[in-house]
């Protein structure tokens, strides 16, 4: 099943403008966005390292 975080348009503006505003807002609401959780939770450990490794998250 395809999660909407894997076509997320904030995601999206994030990963082009991670200093923006929107990317901010967007990178502070994975912390608690239980869509992301689920999200996150569904991927293969290799893809987590990477999920971490990419947006700074340590969460899970």
Request: charged share 30%.
């Given at each position: 099943m395809a999660h909407a975080c894997e076509n997320c348009k904030f995601r999206?503006?994030?990963?082009?403008?991670?200093?923006?505003?929107?990317?901010?807002?967007w990178r502070w609401h994975i912390n608690f966005c239980p869509g992301w959780k689920r999200y996150f939770n569904s991927r293969t450990d290799e893809q987590k390292e990477e999920l971490r490794k990419k947006y700074n998250f340590t969460k899970y």
């Open positions: 999206a503006h994030y990963d082009q403008k991670p200093d923006s505003l929107l990317g901010k807002f």
